[in-house]
């Protein structure tokens, strides 16, 4: 017999939450572009905690950070960017296409 437990070991007021998408895992490690005020970007390792949905509870990082969510494969250390502010999708219901044509028989 298998089980899953989850337990809360602690809570940790303003924990930096970030979207799932803006870390990236190499090797084992996960990292995150973080964008400086002048609009360059730094890679830095974070710890990944608990998870919320999309969102991830991250140690490494400071409240404020602006960390890169959309195209995080293109950044290199140092590139300048101008940074946008982040827009959440809405969440898709499991099993449910994104395209409403999406899985239609063509006839």
């Known amino acids: 017999m298998f089980s899953r437990i ?3 070991m602690g809570i940790r007021k303003n924990a930096p939450l970030i979207p799932q998408r803006a870390v990236t895992e190499i090797q084992g490690r996960y990292l995150v572009a973080v964008v400086n005020p002048d609009g ?3 890679i830095k390792p974070v710890k990944v905690g ?4 999309e969102l991830w509870v991250v140690e490494g990082l ?7 969510a959309e195209g995080t494969q293109k950044v ?3 590139m300048v960017v101008s940074p946008k502010p982040f ?3 809405p969440q898709q219901s ?3 296409p994104r ?4 899985g239609r028989k063509r006839t």
Not at 50 to 53: D, H, I, L, M
Not at 62 to 68: R, S
Not at 99 to 102: D, E, F
């Open 40 to 42: 360059k970007v730094s």
């Open 87 to 89: 827009v959440r999708r």
């Open 62 to 68: 400071q409240v404020g950070e602006k960390v890169v």
């Open 76 to 78: 290199r250390q140092d």
């Open 50 to 53: 608990e998870r919320f949905g």
């Open 6 to 8: 989850r337990a809360e």
């Open 99 to 102: 395209n409403p044509r999406q």
């Open 94 to 96: 499991p099993g449910r």
